[in-house]
Nanobody, 121 residues
Framework: QLQLAESGGGWVQPGGSLRLSCSLS????????IGWFRQAPGGEREGVIC????????YYSRTAKGRFTPTRDNAKNTVYLQMDNLDPEDTGTYSC??????????????WGRGTQVTVSS
């Protein structure tokens, strides 16, 4: 069973940056589409961004556009999420998920446990 593990969360001031990592227990990352999701305190999980196996990027959240950039390193079986110009509304637990399908279908079958991101002054 595919396993995912996030890292890189932490506390950052507004306007700061963080880079999250999502490591997969597979040597075939290039056949997976990876999505990033956020769950704010007391809120529901929502989609942030997705990158497919062809490096096509789908923005689930319009606020991510221009600030968040996913990249993938297939040799390291790792997907990154570079987050810039962070805002307190970006606070939450960030999880990555994997699917063999498309970003649009959102049929993710494997999930990581998440990493906490806190944006505050």
């Amino acid at each position: 069973q595919l396993q995912l593990a996030e890292s890189g969360g932490g506390w950052v001031q507004p306007g700061g940056s963080l880079r999250l990592s999502c490591s997969l227990s597979t040597s075939t990352l290039d056949s997976w589409t990876i999505g990033w999701f956020r769950q704010a305190p007391g809120g529901e999980r929502e989609g942030v961004i997705c990158i497919n196996m062809h490096n096509y990027i789908e923005y689930y959240s319009r606020t991510a556009k221009g600030r968040f950039t996913p990249t993938r390193d297939n040799a390291k079986n790792t997907v990154y999420l570079q987050m810039d110009n962070l805002d307190p509304e970006d606070t939450g637990t960030y999880s990555c998920a994997a699917t063999k399908g498309s970003c649009i279908a959102r049929e993710f079958s494997a999930w990581g446990r998440g990493t906490q991101v806190t944006v505050s002054s």
